[in-house]
Structure formats: C-alpha cells, structure tokens
C-alpha cells in the first residue's frame, strides 16, 4: 500500500538467484509471498555449477523448459522476447545484444539503465569477468545474508534500475544468518575446501558412499536444511517486495540444482545427474 511508482519509462527489474536451490526443495517450502506473484515452473539450468550459470544468465538466458519440436535458435529468440514484458519496453529482441552478447550492458549502454549485482559467493567476486556492464558489483560480507542486499537497494526514479542478487542462504552449508558457523553441518573432504566457498570444488562423487555422513539420514538433514532456507528468504523476499516500486518486475530462480545423496553423490559441479540441472522459476510484475 502506497507504494510509489517511478516515472521513468520501463520497468526495474530485479533478478534473484538462490544459489544451489533445487527446485524440490522449493517446491517443499512452500512460500506464500513468492507463490503470490507468479506461477512456479520447474525448468533447466544450462549449467550445473554457479560461474557458468550465472555467465548465461547474465546472456539474457534464463534457465529453460526444455522445450520440444524447437531449434535452439528459435527458442532463444521467443525465450528474450519475454524481456519486453518484464522490462516494459517495445521490441527487446536477442539480436539487441550483439555484439557483446550480455545483458548488463546492453540494459546499461543501450537502455540507461543503472545495473547493480550483489553476490554472496567469492566464486563471482568483482575481479572476474563477470563483472562487466554494472555500476556497481559487491562481494558481500557474509555469504548467506539476503536482507542485507535488500536493505542497501535503492530505486531512483530518474532512471530505471537492474539488480542481480546471487542469494547465499541455500548454498550448502544451508545456514540462515543468525546461526553460529560451529553449529552448521560438517562434511569432512567438502568442509575444507569450502572455506574458500568455491563452488566449483564442492560437489562430486562420494569416495565412500558408506560413510557416515554420507547415509541417508544425513543427506535428508541436509536437504530438510535446503528447505528451511527457502522459508526464511520468503520473509526476506517480501521486504524486497514492500521496498521495490509498483513496476519493478522480478525473477526468482537458482543457478542449478544439488544432489542430496542421489547415485552416492553430493552438491553439484562434475555431476551429471537432472536433480542438478532442476531449478524453480518464477516471474512476475509487482502491482
Ligand atoms: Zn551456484
């Protein structure tokens, strides 16, 4: 109620990726606030680990619906079509890209928009290519803390605004911002490496499927955890729809899926299996 609306032609938009998110897990939670604005789809990320996920993404090309009877081509063209109700301007079409191919900067350079990414995951830090076409481009404190994201967003009505927001919150260990690091869950072998929260390095087959922490109870724990996270960003992502003006419309999404223990494997990166590749999508305008 009373939100305002800006005066500048087109839409903001707002791209929320929850890293790691299988769409199961999505699809368990349940969340009001994100259901309410938009039909969840179950679709494909083109890849199963966060650099190339998010390098495609930021192509214009969000996950897909596996589309039949279809050449690529043709579908890539319908698929950005879809940018001209979401951006609220005429005539966005996927040759508009060219030559750069991404959509930052032509959002930037052809459209004047401002164009912030935030990311939770040192995997995407400023200093890789993928910071290309922003404004602004922030590695965030913490890696798993949405509500700081949305608490530092600003809509100027001179201009419209596009922002990436890579959500930390679902990305293993599955912590909410509140919990104390000694109480989250510990793989050993995926424990160390992640400390440098690589996603490329987390993930792959399980050396000893019979392992402990490798059995069925734990993998369910840990996914029950996936589950809990999409709740509590529910309530993160109802603060962004309280603060965004009326047209801003905003996708809601994941850069691949996990396994939980499925084929003795665990994460996502060198897997191939189609739980890594499920992801939730769901898309809509706020009003
Ligand atoms: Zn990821």
């Not at 481009?137 to 994201?149: F, P, Q, T, V």
């Not at 965004?244 to 999404?253: C, D, G, S």
């Not at 494997?265 to 739980?275: D, T």
Request: charged share 25%.
């Amino acid at each position: 109620m009373g939100r305002s609306r800006n005066r500048h032609p087109g839409n903001n938009y707002v791209l929320v990726i929850f890293d790691s998110c299988r769409f199961d897990s999505f699809l368990k939670a349940s969340p009001r606030t994100m259901s309410k604005f938009g039909r969840l789809e179950k679709r494909w990320s083109y890849a199963s680990w966060t650099a190339p996920s998010h390098y495609n993404l930021l192509s214009g090309l969000l996950p897909h619906s596996n589309p039949k009877h279809v050449f690529a081509s043709q579908y890539y063209t319908r698929d950005f079509a879809k940018f001209s109700d979401r951006l609220g301007l005429k005539d966005i079409k996927f040759e508009s890209l060219i030559p750069k191919l991404y959509f930052p900067s032509f959002l930037k350079e052809g459209l004047g928009y401002r164009t912030h990414a935030m990311v939770s995951l040192p995997v995407l830090n400023p200093q890789t290519v993928l910071n290309h076409g922003f404004d602004t481009y922030r590695l965030m404190e913490k890696h798993n803390d949405m509500r700081a994201m949305v608490r530092s967003m600003e809509f100027p009505e001179d201009r419209p605004s596009f922002y990436l927001l890579n959500v930390g919150e679902t990305h293993y260990p599955y912590a909410l911002p509140g919990e104390p690091p000694e109480k989250w869950p510990r793989i050993s072998g995926v424990h160390g490496v992640f400390k440098h929260l690589d996603s490329q390095r987390v993930g792959g087959k399980l050396k000893r499927p019979r392992d402990k922490f490798f059995n069925g109870r734990v993998m369910k724990t840990l996914h029950e955890r996936q589950v809990e996270a999409v709740r509590y960003l529910d309530g993160v992502v109802e603060e962004l729809f309280d603060l965004a003006p009326k047209n801003t419309w905003i996708t809601i999404t994941s850069d691949h899926g996990e396994l939980f223990g499925e084929a003795d494997q665990f994460g996502h990166g060198p897997i191939l299996h189609e739980k890594v590749f499920e992801v939730p999508f769901v898309d809509g305008r706020l009003r």
